[in-house]
């Protein structure tokens, strides 16, 4: 593993889930995940099921969806309200604080809209979803929710 470092996010944190478009890392309590690809339903989709089979405690499990290196410019409407119903599917992520780390004004858009229409649905907690074009803002939101205790979450 690389020497720690500040401006390594993944420095201190462990690979639990590798795919062909992202992976997931576990640090801290949290999930980071890493998306540098175009944002897609496929991949929305795969991430659910696996954290789905993962178990609940997973399923709980604070989350940092890094997308500054997605490209949102052909993620439309459509799109956003697959990715709502997919997250539909999984209640019991309901209240699970995430943060949605960007780097256009596309993502940030696209992510906003995805919150809107998540709570509207009553998918997500909006209180719940913080959107931000910087990760160390993303981290100090999302600290005091981490999983504390948790052999297989924390490394």
Not at 37 to 48: D, G, K, N, P, Q
Not at 77 to 99: D, F, G, I, M, Y
Not at 110 to 115: A, E, G, H, I, S
Request: proline share 5%; net charge positive.
């Amino acid at each position: 593993m690389a020497q720690p470092s500040s401006s390594n996010p993944c420095a201190h944190s462990t690979v639990v889930a590798r795919f062909e478009t992202f992976e997931v890392r576990a640090a801290y309590g949290m999930f980071y995940i890493r998306q540098p690809h175009a944002l897609t339903t496929e991949t929305h989709r795969i991430f659910l099921d696996w954290l789905n089979s993962m178990g609940p405690e997973a399923c709980a499990t604070p989350t940092i969806h890094d997308m500054r290196g997605s490209a949102f410019d052909d993620v439309g409407t459509e799109v956003v309200k697959a990715w709502v119903h997919l997250s539909s599917r999984n209640r019991n992520r309901q209240t699970t604080p995430r943060a949605m780390i960007v780097g256009s004004e596309a993502a940030y858009g696209t992510m906003r809209m995805f919150q809107n229409l998540s709570d509207a649905r009553s998918v997500i907690d909006p209180s719940k979803l913080f959107v931000t074009y910087s990760l160390a803002d993303g981290i100090r939101w999302l600290r005091p929710h981490r999983k504390r205790g948790s052999a297989a979450l924390v490394t």
